[in-house]
């Protein structure tokens, strides 16, 4: 029986172990640091408090039940050797397989902003999702204290990014200023909050058409974000950000979206690395010149089987640990790899209630509005990864969205919470949208 050893349990080592699991002659090992499989795409609702930890995070064990032959061990794995298929764990195992597929995922990319990896909250885990919603609450509880810590920045609220994860972070932010916590904080002057989007390109959705960065930008406007747009961010202090045009705007939530690189263990792999630090694998996910080592999902640099390089998104991730797992399957038999053709179902952001753009498939058919709304809904839930999940995600959000109250707002990071007002209170200059 051939072992395969998986490092990473997102959606790329999910769907590749589950795959495997089919076949009663294969035997897997998949590794993670944590017992559960995080849902990206809903983490800045858990930020929002609009949906719980339980609604995104889903037990491994439990994912992979039905095959007996799929094994869990939650590790933190800190090096691979390619040749022999080892990995290295920091708690001191060690495990070796036939075959290795690294699915390790990403990692926020500073670019070397000063202060950004200490001030910053990143969103790409479910602990920083967590983190980020408590210093959120902490903000306006402090505030409701203490209406003095306005003029702080308590309430202003910094995004750097306005990529999909940046846009959506900002929209939903809204969503919660404009919704939930008035009625809840009829003492604090909650209009006097304001969000920030700040990006060096010129558009929000880079990645969009004209017409998307267009309506996304006159929504997010409309709800109260201020767009700063064709300016960087030159350093994020605790109690502020300053922008490369001078300018600085006081703050004590900065959020961290403008950018993914590959997950440290990239660093000790001793593979060859390419843009970002992702593994370069061949259109099949095969390591050349590593015999049985693969690489998948945000790890890698992945290309399609007509050369075209794919984005970091889940259903990338979620189609590649199929394929990938078809692949292992072939390899055993005896038959030849097949490079991977991907099924582009689109992009798309949520912009916030009612508001969403999509550009489905490959031809990128727009779609606004509440049917783009809609269509976000369809393709997340098509991700989400078992039926139970998308029952309970889409009735907590039910919930949320027809009562427009949040039943998440738990403040239980309280290291977010200490905040030292008093470490950033120079001369405020926040800019305003048309500075
Ligand atoms: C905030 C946010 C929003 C997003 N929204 C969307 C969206 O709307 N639509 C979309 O298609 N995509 C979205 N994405 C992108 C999508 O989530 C990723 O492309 C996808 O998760 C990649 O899957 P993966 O399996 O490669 O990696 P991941 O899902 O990141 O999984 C990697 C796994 O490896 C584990 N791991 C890492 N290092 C180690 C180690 N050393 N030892 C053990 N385990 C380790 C991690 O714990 C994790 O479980 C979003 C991403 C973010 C951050």
Known sequence: MKHVVIVGGGFAGVNCARKLGENPDIRVTLLDRNNYHQFQPLLYQVATAELGVSDVAFMLRKILDRHPNVDVKMVEATAIDPVTRTVRTVQGETYQGDFLVLA?????????????????????????????????LAVFESADRDPGLIEKGALNFVIVGSGPTGTEMAGALTDMLNGAL???????????????????????????????????????????????????????????????????????????????????????????????????????????????VYALGDFANIVDFDGQALPQLASVAQQCGKWCAENISAEIAGQPRKPFQYFDKGIMAMIGRNAAVAEVGKKRHELEGVIGFAAWLGVHASLLDTNQARIEAFMEWAWTYFGRTRGSQVLDRTSAARINWDSDDAGPSTPTASS
């Open 104 to 136: 390790a995922g990403s990692q926020p990319n500073f670019f070397g902003t000063p202060g950004a990896d200490k001030h910053a909250f990143p969103l790409y885990s479910l602990k920083q999702a967590e983190v980020l919603r408590s210093r959120i």
């Open 182 to 292: 008035p009625p809840e904080y009829q003492d604090l002057a909650i209009k006097q909050a304001k969000i920030y989007l700040v990006d060096h390109g010129h558009a929000v959705l880079a990645a969009f058409s004209k017409e998307s960065q267009a309506y996304a930008a006159t929504q997010l406007q409309e709800r109260g974000v201020q767009l700063l747009l064709g300016v960087g961010v030159s350093e994020v202090g605790p109690g502020h950000v300053s922008l490369s045009d001078g300018r600085k705007i006081l703050t004590h939530t900065t959020v961290w979206a403008g950018g993914l690189k590959a997950a440290s263990l990239s660093d000790n792999v001793g593979l060859p690395r390419g843009r970002g630090g992702r593994i370069a694998v061949q259109p099949d996910f095969s390591v050349p010149g590593f015999a049985g």
